[in-house]
């Protein structure tokens, strides 16, 4: 039996803290409706069942390692990216609730974070690894990178242009939600500066699965734990609002009432 390392603890501060983040996540989704919420709150669903699944394989390393395992530990530690990013673009559709922004703007934001979640997958699944039997970021992970990045850039200048077209009318839901983006932009910052580096650099220390796990740890993990935390109570908190309006989809706001001619 292979012996438990720093890396495998990190994993399993993981394994204990997205499932309550999970809970959190799917207690918010339900308050705001299955359908209504499914753009918004799903995505920290799924990134909690990314990392679950990803501290899952870390662990399963201990006795079993093998390059199929790897592949599966750094795909999930990249494809999380993209729900933890669509988790604010989420936030930002909910926190809209008289539609200021086009809907096909925020719809065209998530394609393309789903176009680099596409890329990130196919380019780790065919990274080189006749080396040293490791994993190294491909041409093809770093487009999805630059994507991830691009995303998240577009994502805080539409939330600050959000809070100018609704400053002097926010309810108490919406500043509970822009509080839970203020908050998580510079742990979000660290943690694609940590990705970043990973993937554009050559620096050791933030090469996927062999780096140092305490970069990894500090810049990575505690990041999006911190973030996510945050958004997760903060949100909880506005879906209990009494002024709390849940998001609906263009199409149902403009389709008639039952009897209406």
Known sequence: MGSVTYRDGIAILQLIIFPIILVAA??????????????????????????????????????????????????????GIAPLLLTYVGVLRQIDASQHLPPRFLNLVTLVCFIGLILGIAGVST??????GTYHP??????????????FVVTIATAAWLWFQ??????????KLFLAVALSVPFLIVRLVYSAISDYGDNSKFAV??????VYLCMSVLEEIVAMTITMA???????????????PPKEQSAPEVGQV
């Open 26 to 79: 799917l207690f918010i989704w339900n308050r705001t409706g299955w359908r209504a919420g499914s753009k918004i709150w799903r995505y920290g669903v799924t990134l909690s069942l990314i990392r679950i699944a990803g501290s899952i394989s870390s662990l399963i390393s201990i006795d079993h390692n093998s390059y199929n395992v790897e592949v599966a530990i750094a795909v999930c530690e990249l494809i």
């Open 127 to 132: 990274a080189d690894d006749s080396n040293d």
């Open 138 to 151: 491909d041409k093809i992970v770093k487009v999805s990178m630059g994507l991830f990045l691009a995303v």
């Open 166 to 175: 609704l400053s002097l009318s926010l309810r108490t839901f919406q500043r």
């Open 209 to 214: 699965l062999v780096g140092d796990p305490t």
């Open 234 to 248: 903060l949100g909880m908190s506005a879906v209990l609002e009494r002024d709390f309006v849940p998001y609906a």
